[in-house]
Protein backbone atom coordinates (compact mmCIF):
# COMPACT_ATOMS: atom_id res chain seq x y z
CA UNK A 1 0.00 0.00 0.00
CA UNK A 2 1.25 3.58 -0.31
CA UNK A 3 3.28 5.12 2.43
CA UNK A 4 4.55 8.17 3.12
CA UNK A 5 6.89 8.72 5.66
CA UNK A 6 8.05 12.19 7.28
CA UNK A 7 11.10 13.05 8.56
CA UNK A 8 13.39 15.61 10.45
CA UNK A 9 11.40 17.97 12.67
CA UNK A 10 12.13 18.88 16.19
CA UNK A 11 12.61 21.63 18.25
CA UNK A 12 14.88 24.82 16.91
CA UNK A 13 15.58 28.43 17.89
CA UNK A 14 13.79 30.94 15.59
CA UNK A 15 16.16 32.06 12.83
CA UNK A 16 17.19 28.50 12.74
CA UNK A 17 16.52 25.74 9.94
CA UNK A 18 15.62 22.31 9.58
CA UNK A 19 15.52 20.15 6.41
CA UNK A 20 11.97 17.97 6.36
CA UNK A 21 12.28 14.67 4.70
CA UNK A 22 9.08 12.66 3.01
CA UNK A 23 9.77 8.74 2.19
CA UNK A 24 7.36 7.22 -0.16
CA UNK A 25 6.92 4.14 -0.99
CA UNK A 26 3.84 1.68 -3.08
CA UNK A 27 3.32 4.27 -5.68
CA UNK A 28 4.65 5.22 -8.79
CA UNK A 29 6.21 8.37 -7.67
CA UNK A 30 7.12 10.24 -10.68
CA UNK A 31 3.80 10.37 -11.61
CA UNK A 32 2.53 12.33 -8.26
CA UNK A 33 2.97 15.94 -7.32
CA UNK A 34 3.91 16.16 -4.03
CA UNK A 35 2.67 18.98 -1.46
CA UNK A 36 3.57 19.99 2.51
CA UNK A 37 0.72 21.31 4.54
CA UNK A 38 0.74 21.74 7.97
CA UNK A 39 -1.56 22.34 10.82
CA UNK A 40 -1.82 23.81 14.29
CA UNK A 41 -4.17 22.26 17.11
CA UNK A 42 -7.24 24.10 16.20
CA UNK A 43 -6.47 25.31 12.86
CA UNK A 44 -7.27 24.02 9.23
CA UNK A 45 -4.69 22.23 7.25
CA UNK A 46 -2.42 24.98 5.59
CA UNK A 47 -0.41 24.36 2.34
CA UNK A 48 3.11 24.96 2.73
CA UNK A 49 4.71 24.01 -0.58
CA UNK A 50 4.15 22.19 -3.62
CA UNK A 51 6.37 20.55 -6.40
CA UNK A 52 5.21 18.85 -9.67
CA UNK A 53 6.47 15.54 -11.12
CA UNK A 54 9.70 17.25 -12.83
CA UNK A 55 10.53 19.01 -10.02
CA UNK A 56 10.38 22.26 -12.22
CA UNK A 57 7.12 23.69 -11.20
CA UNK A 58 6.98 24.75 -7.62
CA UNK A 59 4.76 26.87 -5.54
CA UNK A 60 4.71 28.21 -2.48
CA UNK A 61 2.08 30.30 0.10
CA UNK A 62 3.09 33.48 0.89
CA UNK A 63 4.27 33.62 4.23
CA UNK A 64 7.08 30.86 3.35
CA UNK A 65 8.35 32.47 0.18
CA UNK A 66 12.10 32.94 0.22
CA UNK A 67 12.58 31.04 3.39
CA UNK A 68 11.75 27.76 2.08
CA UNK A 69 12.28 25.37 -0.89
CA UNK A 70 10.31 22.29 -1.97
CA UNK A 71 12.73 19.75 -3.92
CA UNK A 72 12.35 16.03 -4.77
CA UNK A 73 14.37 13.19 -5.73
CA UNK A 74 12.40 10.51 -8.30
CA UNK A 75 15.52 8.31 -8.09
CA UNK A 76 15.13 8.11 -4.57
CA UNK A 77 10.97 8.21 -4.07
CA UNK A 78 11.98 11.52 -1.59
CA UNK A 79 10.59 14.85 -1.12
CA UNK A 80 12.38 17.43 0.83
CA UNK A 81 11.22 20.81 2.21
CA UNK A 82 14.17 22.55 3.40
CA UNK A 83 13.17 25.86 5.79
CA UNK A 84 15.32 28.79 7.07
CA UNK A 85 14.79 31.79 9.34
CA UNK A 86 12.29 29.36 11.04
CA UNK A 87 9.74 31.90 13.23
CA UNK A 88 7.91 30.90 16.02
CA UNK A 89 4.99 30.56 14.08
CA UNK A 90 5.73 28.10 11.86
CA UNK A 91 5.46 25.52 14.59
CA UNK A 92 3.07 23.09 13.61
CA UNK A 93 2.85 19.17 12.22
CA UNK A 94 3.82 19.01 9.36
CA UNK A 95 2.80 16.87 6.61
CA UNK A 96 3.73 15.39 3.07
CA UNK A 97 1.30 14.41 0.26
CA UNK A 98 0.75 13.18 -2.90
CA UNK A 99 -1.59 13.86 -5.73
CA UNK A 100 -1.66 12.10 -8.64
CA UNK A 101 -0.79 13.68 -12.11
CA UNK A 102 -1.34 16.82 -10.27
CA UNK A 103 0.48 20.24 -10.35
CA UNK A 104 1.14 20.58 -6.77
CA UNK A 105 -1.48 23.18 -5.75
CA UNK A 106 -2.86 24.80 -2.49
CA UNK A 107 -6.15 22.55 -2.20
CA UNK A 108 -5.44 19.94 0.08
CA UNK A 109 -8.38 17.76 -1.50
CA UNK A 110 -6.33 17.07 -4.61
CA UNK A 111 -4.05 15.16 -2.49
CA UNK A 112 -5.01 11.13 -2.27
CA UNK A 113 -2.43 9.69 -0.02
CA UNK A 114 -1.12 11.76 2.96
CA UNK A 115 1.71 10.65 5.78
CA UNK A 116 1.32 10.68 9.55
CA UNK A 117 3.30 14.44 10.21
CA UNK A 118 6.03 15.53 11.94
CA UNK A 119 6.48 18.16 14.90
CA UNK A 120 8.04 21.18 14.46
CA UNK A 121 8.66 23.50 17.03
CA UNK A 122 10.44 26.96 16.54
CA UNK A 123 10.82 28.70 20.37
CA UNK A 124 11.44 32.13 20.37
Known amino acids: QVQLVESGGGLVQAGGSLRLSCAAS????????MGWFRQVPGKEREFVAG????????SYSDSVKGRFTISRDNAKNMVYLQMNSLKPEDTAVYYC?????????????????WGQGTQVTVTS
Open 97 to 113: AADWVGTGGAASVEYEY
Open 26 to 33: GLTFSMYA
Open 51 to 58: INWSGQGK
